[in-house]
C-alpha cells in the first residue's frame, strides 16, 4: 500500500511540474518598431511580385490584342521604348547657326527622353569630350534608338555609361582604345649600329677574264 501511495506522490508531483511549466510564456521576438523605435519603418504585409511582370522576357507567343474595330487589331504590349527608355526613338535637328558642343548635342538629345547629362566636373576625360565643337554630322541624328544616339555623341573613344536608379547618363574612356591610340602614336625609334648587319659585297669578276 505504501509503494502505491509513493507511486501517486511522485506522478502528482511530476505532473504539477508539467503544468507549471506549461504556464510560463516563451519570449516573444521583438517586433520591427520596438528595434528600431526612431525608424518610420512599419511592419508591412508579405508583397509578392505580379505574374505579369512588364520588365521580364516575354515570349513572342504571350502578346496580347485588342480588338478596335472589324479589322482592326491593337497590340496591348508596351513598345520597347516605353520599358526601356533607351530604346526610344529619337530625332535630333540642332540649329546650324548655334556653335554646339559635344555637351549641347547631348543635352539637347536627352531632353524629354527621361535622363540627365552626368556633371563634368573634376573628371578631365569629360570635360575635354564635352568642351569640344559638336561635328557638322551630329547636328542631325534619326531617327534612330536613344543609346544608338548617344554614342554617336560620344565617339569611338568614350563608352556609354548609365546611372539606371538616377537615369544619368555618362561616359567613361575605353581603355583599350586608348592604349592602341598611345601605342601607334608613339615614336619608331631608328635603328642603331647594334642591330644592324652589314654584308661584305662581292668583288666583280674582270671583263677580260684575266688579271690585269
Given at each position: ?75 496591348t504590349t ?125 668583288d666583280s669578276p674582270s ?6
Amino acid at each position: 500500500m505504501s509503494f502505491r501511495l509513493h507511486h501517486f506522490s511522485l506522478l502528482a508531483a511530476g505532473c504539477a511540474v508539467a503544468a507549471l511549466s506549461g504556464c510560463v510564456q516563451q519570449p516573444v521576438a521583438p517586433s520591427l518598431a520596438e528595434q528600431y523605435p526612431d525608424s518610420q519603418q512599419l511592419e508591412l504585409p508579405s508583397y509578392q511580385p505580379i505574374a505579369n511582370d512588364l520588365y521580364a522576357e516575354q515570349k513572342q507567343d504571350q502578346r496580347e490584342v485588342l480588338r478596335t474595330g472589324r479589322y482592326t487589331l491593337v497590340s496591348t504590349t508596351a513598345q520597347a521604348g516605353q520599358s526601356n527608355l533607351l530604346e526610344q526613338t529619337v530625332q535630333v535637328r540642332i540649329p546650324t547657326r548655334l556653335k554646339a558642343t559635344v555637351a549641347d548635342g547631348v543635352k539637347h538629345t536627352l531632353d524629354r527622353s527621361g535622363y540627365q547629362l552626368c556633371s563634368a566636373k573634376g573628371k578631365p576625360a569629360l570635360e575635354t569630350l564635352f568642351s569640344r565643337p559638336l561635328p557638322a554630322a551630329h547636328y542631325e541624328l534619326g531617327p534612330m534608338p536613344l543609346h544608338a544616339a548617344l554614342q554617336l555623341l560620344g565617339g569611338p573613344s568614350y563608352q556609354l555609361q548609365v546611372e539606371p536608379v538616377t537615369r544619368e547618363v555618362c561616359y567613361g574612356l575605353r581603355v583599350a582604345r586608348l592604349t592602341q591610340a598611345t601605342a601607334s602614336d608613339a615614336p619608331v625609334a631608328p635603328p642603331t649600329s647594334s642591330n644592324v648587319q652589314v654584308s661584305p659585297v662581292p668583288d666583280s669578276p674582270s671583263l677580260g677574264g684575266g688579271q690585269p
